[in-house]
């Protein structure tokens, strides 16, 4: 089983940025991509944001378009997802997940294998 365990979460006031991590627990690792989703509370789960593996595309979801940025780092087995001008609405549980299929799917939950136990962002106004 890998493992994928976040960090980098807290409690900020609006407009200020985090940066969260998420690292897999084994030395060798090569999934197809790496993805964030955050569930507020009282709300389903959603697509934040994913990058494939190897070339390193990105897709984000319209809601954090130029506000977030998501990186990785192959050696490292760690996925990035850089948070700025953060807002109230932001605060969630922030998940990583890994695997995914197909670009069309990237954006959809069913399409990883991997995830990682949440963290918490909390954003006050």
């Known amino acids: 089983q890998v493992q994928l365990v976040e960090s980098g979460g807290g409690l900020v006031q609006a407009g200020a940025s985090l940066r969260l991590s998420c690292a897999a627990s084994?030395?060798?690792?090569?999934?197809?991509?790496m993805a964030w989703f955050r569930q507020a509370p009282g709300k389903e789960r959603e697509f934040v944001a994913a990058?494939?593996?190897?070339?390193?595309?990105?897709v984000y979801a319209d809601s954090v378009k130029g506000q977030f940025t998501i990186s990785r780092d192959n050696a490292k087995n760690t996925v990035f997802l850089q948070m700025n001008s953060l807002k109230p609405e932001d605060t969630a549980v922030y998940y990583c997940?890994?695997?995914?299929?197909?670009?069309?799917?990237?954006?959809?939950?069913?399409?990883?294998?991997?995830w990682g136990q949440g963290i918490q962002v909390t954003v006050s106004s």
């Open positions: 990058i494939t593996w190897i070339g390193g595309l990105t």
């Open positions: 084994k030395r060798t690792f090569s999934p197809y991509a």
């Open positions: 997940a890994a695997g995914g299929r197909t670009i069309a799917t990237l954006a959809t939950i069913a399409a990883y294998n991997y």
